[in-house]
């Protein structure tokens, strides 16, 4: 069972999805970063000075300044904040994969379009085994093969 186990682990598949999910992950932080530090407080200035990460509905009696107080203090909120930078993150990970999921089609249409490579082997007329094109005599029948013959 253990051999098992490591074949099937060591896998191209296997250990190619790994890497991805390894990298997917990175990249999740990466596009967090991107859209807490860098994208939405440009937007929140825009917005009157909105703090999209402190934008909550306070749901219980008291009141709170910021969400990690509201948090802290165990009040029940929603937040909407935390919910719109989700939402940003989610969009520009789906586009991303988009982009690359498009460009690795591209990259398969442009194989299956391309030319069909000259064929490198014949069938012998007797045996009907296949022979490199160069052959003068089959190797399973010995048959001699005219130049040329297919």
Do not use: H, W
């Not at 682990?9 to 991107?34: C, E, P, Q, Y």
């Not at 703090?51 to 910021?66: A, M, P, Q, R, V």
């Not at 089609?105 to 160069?134: A, H, W, Y």
């Amino acid at each position: 069972m253990l051999k098992e186990f490591r074949e099937f682990a060591m896998r191209g598949n296997v250990v190619d999805m790994a890497v991805g999910i390894i990298i997917g992950a990175a990249f999740g932080k990466i596009v967090t970063s991107l859209v807490s530090d860098v994208i939405m407080p440009p937007i929140g200035i825009l917005l009157g000075n909105v703090d999209f990460s402190n934008l909550f509905i306070n749901l219980s009696d008291g009141d709170y300044e910021t969400l990690a107080a509201a948090q802290e203090a165990g009040a029940a909120t929603i937040n909407v904040g935390v919910f719109i930078n989700t939402v940003i993150s989610f969009i520009i990970v789906a586009f991303a994969v988009f982009l690359l999921i498009r460009s690795i089609n591209r990259l398969k249409q442009k194989e299956e379009s391309g030319e069909t490579p000259s064929p490198t082997t014949k069938n012998c007329t007797f045996c009907m085994t296949s022979v490199p094109l160069k052959a003068t005599r089959c190797p399973a029948c010995t048959s001699e093969l005219a130049a040329g013959e297919t």
